[in-house]
Nanobody, 124 residues
Framework: QVELQEFGGGSVQAGGSLNLSCTES????????LAWFRQVPGKEREGVAF????????NYADSAKGRFTISQDVAEKTLYLQMSSLKPEDTGMYSC?????????????????WGRGTQVTVSA
């Protein structure tokens, strides 16, 4: 099990930046996949960025490439998402998620553990 809690989020104008963080409390010492997902009402939840718990194997959705940066503080077990050049279509509920698995397969998994989410609103 991995307990997760997000921080950050809020409202920003288009072109602005926001930083999200997510604290992790794993119940084992095994490594795991981590991800940031975005949920917009009426749309399918989208995985925007993925990383392994050792900080390796970073992947981004096309919508996030060049604008979002995912990172992991391994010692502090804290996940980050730095978002810049934000667009109104980036608006949504952002959640961090985790699951135990193979590092190279992180973008393909269905995630088992979720934080409650934090709202990001980007106005035009």
């Amino acid at each position: 099990q991995v307990e997760l809690q997000e921080f950050g989020g809020g409202s920003v104008q288009a072109g602005g930046s926001l930083n999200l963080s997510c604290t992790e409390s794993p119940s084992t010492n095994h490594r795991y996949c981590l991800a940031w997902f975005r949920q917009v009402p009426g749309k399918e939840r989208e995985g925007v960025a993925f990383i392994y718990s050792d900080g390796s194997h970073i992947n981004y959705a096309d919508s996030a490439k060049g604008r979002f940066t995912i990172s992991q503080d391994v010692a502090e077990k804290t996940l980050y998402l730095q978002m810049s050049s934000l667009k109104p279509e980036d608006t949504g509920m952002y959640s961090c998620a985790a699951r135990y698995g193979v590092d190279s397969l992180c973008p393909t998994y269905t995630y088992a553990y979720w934080g409650r989410g934090t709202q990001v609103t980007v106005s035009a």
